[in-house]
């Protein structure tokens, strides 16, 4: 069983900067794939960007190309979101995931076996 742990979450005014940290309780050992996602109350869970077992390829949605981006340390069992020029829209819980999944990059969320609790992001304009 998979623990995760999301924090970094706060607020921050329009165009500001935030990184989040995803903890696992145990040793990833390159072994499972990482994805970021997103949710507000009354719409779907959106996966933000991903990166494989070894960090070597990353996906990004529409909404983060360009502004995040994800990166990881095996060695601390942690995963990053750093998130630039951070907008409004942007305001919602975000939620870091792993997956075993080959079609881990299509950033699912059926596909995400093990989920943290999520760190609330708040953009004020």
């Known amino acids: 069983q998979l623990n995760l742990m999301e924090s970094g979450g706060g607020s921050v005014q329009h165009g500001g900067s935030l990184k989040l940290s995803c903890t696992l309780s145990e040793s990833i050992n390159s072994n499972a794939c990482m994805g970021w996602f997103r949710q507000t109350p009354g719409k779907e869970r959106e996966g933000v960007v991903a990166?494989?077992?070894?960090?070597?390829?990353?996906t990004y949605g529409a909404s983060a190309k360009g502004r995040f981006g994800i990166s990881r340390d095996n060695a601390k069992n942690t995963v990053y979101l750093q998130m630039n020029s951070l907008k409004p829209e942007d305001s919602s819980m975000y939620y870091c995931?792993?997956?075993?999944?080959?079609?881990?990059?299509?950033?699912?969320?059926?596909?995400?076996?093990?989920w943290g609790q999520g760190t609330q992001v708040t953009v004020s304009s």
């Open positions: 995931a792993a997956s075993h999944d080959f079609n881990y990059y299509e950033m699912r969320p059926r596909d995400y076996k093990y």
């Open positions: 990166i494989s077992r070894n960090g070597t390829s990353t």
